[in-house]
């Protein structure tokens, strides 16, 4: 389907005009020769090019501090480019090649950011026209934010066009270095000029839940404290730190997922009580967290957090929200589970609840578990699901990668799916206090309680998810499992 084709069903909102990067523009991306950048950024970058969605004869440049050459460059940022064996992407990336080139130099000093300006002035003067565009992507660790920032705007800042910088989380560690990291880059660069990346954000499912909500007449009638009896949002991972500890024991799990949601201001800071915390230990063959030499022998960090928040607004006064993350868990999984609330009682004895589960990952999808009668001569009451699984339904389909989406909005400079300051601001305000209690600053910082690596979770799980009034399936319904294999 060509993607210039008029289609129905769009958003009038989102769909007014924004200030598009179209020609004569460079995508810089900072941290070129890191993990980020070469799984991430450049696979991303390379999609958008193979289906003609970058701007007209655009031009990548890559920096960082790693000293190499033009073919280790190259090498580098097409190791994690999908089918690259084949022949149609082969052609493809030999072009994509020629188009990206390399600048080494440090994230402090003056004399390299000339340097990186002058290679730009370079390309340049190969444009047409007056414009000069100029898009920098921080694939960069949060430690060099600010002088990164600082040193683009006095030496690389185009002055004949548009100039935009993508920022990636962690933003801060609480509400007192948010407000710092925010208040230097404002000191440089405005907020229409800063998009601010949390990949969840750009993640296909994420984005359908504004049509699934809005779209739908028969669910915006049940979408309140009314009928929605608790909401389960998931963020489930099979592997440990593997190594990273070291950074995970910094910035925990809570920093590491639970805190870049988009959030409401309605929402009070959370409570110590609504809290479970877990740290996995040795199973299945499997190192414990502690076990892993780049952690502290004695950390009390937590691998896995259940938290509870109350939005106080007449929609969902009384509904809680509980957000669960974890590492070493049994699997892969993210996804929001609503959780609705008994039917009336009198006509059906121990009847299962309805759901609306929206599978982020793997596999998109989106069930609606409902009761029916049980086929054949006995009228009773069976759970079973609505299943639109995306693989299935739109099977010839390209869902994009997060990053893709995300970029394209930049250069399109709709901040949509961004993180503006004022959202992070109120999610910190949010997630602080219970973050210093974790660490200790406000008296003896809280012991985890352990779990087996490869397991659903702590024991204590299922009673803190209880305690908010969710109930568990009926024990003759199984849900939908998703076969990884396929994936």
């Not at 450049?42 to 890559?62: C, E, H, R």
């Not at 993640?203 to 359908?208: A, D, I």
């Amino acid at each position: 389907m060509s993607r210039n084709r008029a289609m129905s069903g769009t958003i009038p909102s989102m769909e007014t005009a924004h200030q598009q990067l179209r020609d004569n523009t460079i995508i810089i991306v900072l941290g070129a020769s890191g993990d980020l950048a070469k799984k991430k950024t450049y696979p991303a970058l390379f999609s958008l090019y193979s289906n003609q969605y970058l701007p007209t004869g655009v031009k990548i440049v890559g920096y960082a501090r790693t000293k190499m050459d033009r073919a280790e460059y190259h090498k580098r940022i097409t190791s994690y480019i999908k089918n690259a064996d084949e022949e149609t992407v082969k052609t493809k990336l030999e072009e994509f090649k020629e188009l990206t080139t390399y600048v080494s130099g440090g994230y402090e000093d003056d004399e390299s950011f000339r340097n990186l300006n002058k290679t730009l002035e370079e390309i340049e003067s190969g444009f047409q026209g007056n414009e000069r565009n100029r898009l920098f992507y921080f694939a960069l660790p949060p430690s060099v934010f600010i002088p990164v920032a600082q040193h683009l705007k006095a030496t690389c800042y185009s002055k004949s066009g548009i100039n935009r910088i993508i920022v990636e989380k962690p933003f801060g560690k609480d509400l007192e270095s948010a407000r710092v990291l925010l208040g230097s880059l404002k000191q440089h660069w405005g907020e229409d000029e800063t998009f601010r990346i949390d990949h969840y954000l750009g993640k296909e499912m994420v984005k359908n839940i504004l049509v699934l909500r809005f779209a739908n007449i028969a669910m915006s009638a049940a979408w309140d404290k009314n009928s929605i009896s608790n909401v389960q949002i998931t963020f489930k991972e099979p592997f440990g730190t593997e190594g990273r500890g070291g950074y995970f024991d910094e910035f925990g799990i809570i920093r590491d997922v639970l805190q870049n949601r988009e959030v409401l201001r309605a929402i009070p800071p959370i409570e110590r009580e609504d809290t479970l915390l877990g740290q996995y230990v040795a199973a299945n063959g499997k190192p414990g967290y502690l076990d892993d030499d780049t952690v502290p022998h004695n950390s009390v960090c937590p691998t896995f957090a259940a938290t509870t928040l109350w939005i106080h607004n007449p929609r969902w006064e009384g509904v809680p929200f509980i957000l669960k993350a974890g590492k070493a868990l049994n699997e892969a999984k993210v996804e929001v589970r609503i959780q609705f609330k008994d039917v009336t009682q009198g006509i059906f004895k121990d009847i299962s609840r309805n759901e609306l589960v929206i599978r982020i990952q793997p596999q998109e999808a989106v069930y609606l578990k409902l009761n029916v009668k049980t086929p054949g001569l006995y009228t009773r009451a069976f759970p079973t699901e609505m299943d639109l699984t995306y693989k299935r339904r739109f099977a010839d389909a390209a869902i994009p990668e997060a990053y893709e989406s995300l970029i394209l909005d930049a250069l399109k400079g709709d901040h949509s799916n961004f993180v503006r300051d004022d959202e992070l601001d109120v999610a910190w305000k949010i997630f602080t206090p219970i973050l210093h209690w974790i660490e200790g600053k406000n008296g003896p910082a809280p012991k985890p309680v352990p779990y087996p690596y490869g397991s659903r979770g702590p024991k204590e799980l299922d009673p803190f998810i209880q305690k908010y009034g969710y109930k568990r399936s009926s024990e003759g319904y199984t849900w939908p499992v998703t076969n990884t294999s396929l994936l």
